[in-house]
């Protein structure tokens, strides 16, 4: 197979990270004789930085292009006396809207040997499972331009959604669920909104093309405390934007890590955006602390998602999960025991949990 893929590091610790899921990426090129063409471009502060903007013409059309995106994360303290519409988080709602990449999906699995790390019971929260399917691309962060009015005193946000925009995202949730454990918790506030009531209808109307898939609608704060306290008993959630951002960082506490999240923002012919779910971390940038796992993992879900490579995909993924068997952790992971590692050294191990030794073992070595 061969393919290319646009890596946009950003800021913070994105370079850090970056540098591990492209290590890993080769590894399993090397082990299944595909082709994977890396080609770097600058988005987020790193983009201001150099050009002034936080999405140059220059990185759009190589994402354009592409087969699949790879991003660090953007933003930091740096440019924070930039004005709003300039920031570094204006580059990667551009890229996405561009894009057209409206569905972000995000798995939410515990790994076992961290369910202690969770600030949560661990009876509560093993066996949870979650996959969050959330609008990327229009409501409230989309409407018309937010303004203010009245002398400052009175302020405007709207959310705008087309049916068509909520048609396809549901039929996401339900493809999902179809090939997951068949439950669908559809998220709304139709008691209040028109937009929820909308949303609803359309749930409803789709729900009787997959007869196999139950559905449930939950009222946003009351799926917000089901999340925490009976996480288990979701199968696939899908929400608009708003609600989808809210809940998908509040269900990053059942792994017990932010650290250790990926996510992957896809359009309907399969190109897409793989990030973590963390931020670009400003605090440890630079100092090789930094968790690589959320990358390396969004780097197995740009395999399963636009290339298919489930074998691939799983084969990360195991290799990550033997990490965590094997006791290792990065400082964010605040275990008690176990073998404390830097960025670097955790890529080594999840290189060398590879099934191909031979390989990664001279990638390994090129890199220290
Ligand atoms: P954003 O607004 O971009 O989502 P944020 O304000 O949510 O950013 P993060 O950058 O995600 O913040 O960082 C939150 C905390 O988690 C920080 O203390 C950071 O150091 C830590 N953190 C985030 N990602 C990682 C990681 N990969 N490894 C270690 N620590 C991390
Ligand atoms: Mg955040």
């Known amino acids: 197979m061969d393919k290319q893929i646009i890596l946009l590091p950003g800021d913070g610790i994105g370079r850090e990270i970056m540098e591990s899921a492209k290590l890993v990426l080769t590894a399993i090129a090397m082990e299944y004789n595909h082709k994977f063409t890396f080609h770097e ?54 890229i996405r809207k561009s894009l057209g990449l409206f569905a ?19 009876e509560i929260i093993k066996d949870s499972d979650i996959m969050i399917v959330r609008e990327l691309t229009g409501g409230l962060y989309f409407g018309q331009p937010s303004e203010r009015r009245e002398n400052g005193n009175v302020v405007v946000d709207t959310l705008y959604y087309h049916r068509t925009e909520m048609e396809r995202i549901i039929e996401k949730g339900f493809q999902s ?35 196999d898939v139950t559905v449930e609608h939950l009222l946003v704060d009351a799926a917000a405390m089901k999340l925490i306290t009976q996480p288990n008993q979701f199968d696939v959630i899908v929400t608009e934007n708003l609600f989808g951002d809210i809940l998908s960082d509040e269900a990053s506490v059942l792994t017990g890590s932010l650290g250790m999240l990926p996510s992957a923002s896809v359009r309907t012919d399969g190109v897409g955006l793989y990030e973590p779910v963390h931020g670009s971390a400003p605090d440890i940038a630079g100092k090789d602390t930094a968790n690589p796992l959320g990358m390396i993992l969004s780097a197995a879900l740009m395999l399963r ?64």
């Open 305 to 368: 998602y636009s290339f298919g490579l489930e074998e691939e995909a799983s084969e990360i993924e195991s290799a990550v999960n033997e990490c965590m068997e094997q006791g290792y952790h990065t400082a964010d992971l605040k275990l008690n025991g176990g073998k404390q590692v830097s960025t670097k050294k955790m890529t080594e191990i999840v290189l060398g949990n590879l099934t191909t030794k031979r390989i990664s073992d001279s990638i390994c070595n090129s890199y220290v």
């Open 177 to 211: 669920a179809r090939i997951r454990n068949k439950h669908l918790t559809s998220v709304d506030k139709a008691n209040v909104l028109e937009s929820s009531r909308m949303w609803r209808e359309i749930v409803n109307e789709k729900a009787k093309d997959y007869p």
């Open 41 to 94: 471009h600058a988005i987020g502060g790193d983009a201001i930085d150099k050009y002034g903007v936080p999405l140059p013409e220059d990185t759009v059309n190589a994402c354009s292009s592409a087969d699949a995106i790879l991003l660090g994360a953007v933003g930091g303290p740096k440019w924070d006396s930039i004005p709003v519409h300039l920031r570094p988080e204006k580059g990667l709602l551009g």
């Open 104 to 122: 972000n999906l995000r798995p939410v699995k515990g790994f076992a040997s961290l369910l202690h790390a969770s600030p949560l019971k661990e």
